[in-house]
């Protein structure tokens, strides 16, 4: 459905140094990082036919967080998730909410991690278990 993710960061180079380690994790290489038009730098770390990228705002304001918004990545297990969390918090992130752990919801049972990345924005490593 989603052919990409971007998130605003105010620092690139430290948003890739975090996300190439988290996203290290999952199997993604180092970014590609390109420049808009605009000069605005961007990152982008591809990986299982995913495409998630960091970038620079292009209109010169502040990157912000989305309140109410969440971006998930696919894990293959619960070792992973807990992996992705605690390789996220080492480079910098905060844990929120429940510790990671296996929760029941609408769309069966799911292994969760969730942290805010060094912008503020709120992440989620899931891994959906098969019934």
């Known amino acids: 459905m989603f052919s990409h993710v971007m998130i605003g960061t105010n620092d690139l180079d430290k948003a890739v140094e975090f996300y190439t380690k988290v996203l290290g994790v999952l199997g993604a290489k180092e970014p590609r990082i390109n420049a808009a038009p605009s000069g605005h730098k961007r990152a982008f770390f591809m990986h299982d036919g995913s495409v998630f990228s960091v970038s620079q705002p292009i209109d010169d304001k502040p990157a912000t967080v989305a309140n109410g918004s969440t971006i998930g990545f696919r894990c293959d297990s619960p070792e992973q998730v807990q992996e992705m969390h ?39 490593a899931i891994h959906r278990v098969k019934a």
């Open 86 to 124: 605690d390789v996220a918090v080492a480079a910098g992130a905060t844990s929120i909410e429940a510790p990671p752990g296996l929760r029941q919801a609408a769309m069966g049972a799911m292994y969760l991690a969730y942290f805010r990345d060094l912008d503020g924005h709120k992440i989620c």
